[in-house]
């Protein structure tokens, strides 16, 4: 990781002992829109602990695809803090968002966000290309992580010789390749079938099972109940945040 510029103040080893992934206090999101002030978030505070399976619902427009971006570093906020494993965000660098968006989350896209030239092997080799990995490394790690979700006969053929399902699977192993402390999976099963979506929803479990935290955005009821704990997102605030009972 590039030599870190935090000051004592940015690190919170108190978070870190008590096992918090994500800490967000206050966390405002504006945009201005010509003349008028769109508020996307107002005030969200959150606590989300390692090995944690959380889901974010919310109506159209509620927020929740606004937080996983600030969740994720793909987007900053205008005011409030986020700590993630303890560091607070605001003052890291753009080598070390980078870094954290490259090996420490892991994205799990709607869309798959696949290269379509390239095989399931390449595309979840990316990150690892990004991360200056070895070639050899590189090779045994993609091919690990695809045998783990179930694809490891299917590694040369590329997207549009793969079902959607399969195409799921591929982009899970490309964010899991780099071993991230946090997987972020937008409307993961949105373009899917709801057979094919409760397979990648039983992936989703065993990866949590396996010790990964996972946080999810959806709006379908029946994929947050599959979750730990359910956020519930209206108008840019937390409306309700209530453990799932099983």
Not at 4 to 24: E, K, N
Not at 27 to 44: D, F, P, Q, S, V
Not at 200 to 205: D, E, N, P, V, Y
Not at 217 to 234: F, G, K, S
């Amino acid at each position: 990781m590039p030599a870190t510029t935090l000051s004592p103040d940015s690190f919170r080893q108190d978070l870190v002992d008590q096992g918090v992934a994500i800490q967000t206090e206050g966390l405002w999101k504006t945009y201005e829109m010509g003349a008028e002030t769109l508020h996307a978030l107002r005030g969200i505070d959150l606590v989300i602990r390692r090995g944690e399976y959380v889901a974010i619902m919310g109506p159209s427009g509620s927020g929740k695809s606004t937080l996983m971006n600030l969740i994720g570093c793909l987007d900053t906020p205008t005011s409030g803090k986020y700590w993630l494993a303890g560091r607070l965000v605001s003052d890291l660098d753009d080598d070390e968002l980078a870094y954290i968006r490259n090996k420490e989350i892991g994205f799990v896209f709607q869309t798959f966000n696949l290269l379509p030239r390239a095989t399931a092997l390449h595309n979840v080799e990316l990150p690892l290309i990004y991360s200056g990995t070895p070639a050899e490394e590189r090779l045994a790690r993609a091919k690990r992580a695809l045998e783990a979700v179930e694809l490891g006969a299917r590694m040369q053929h590329k997207p549009n010789e793969l079902s959607g399902g399969q195409r799921q699977r591929v982009a899970i192993a490309r964010a899991l390749v780099n071993s991230p402390s946090i997987v972020l999976a937008d409307e993961p099963t949105g373009n899917l079938d709801s057979k094919t979506g409760d397979e990648i929803m039983a992936l989703f479990a065993r990866l949590h099972s396996e010790g990964n935290t996972i946080i999810l955005v959806t709006h379908e009821h029946d994929v947050a109940q599959r979750a730990d704990r359910i956020i519930h997102v209206r108008d840019g605030k937390v409306e309700s945040d209530e453990p799932v009972t099983h």
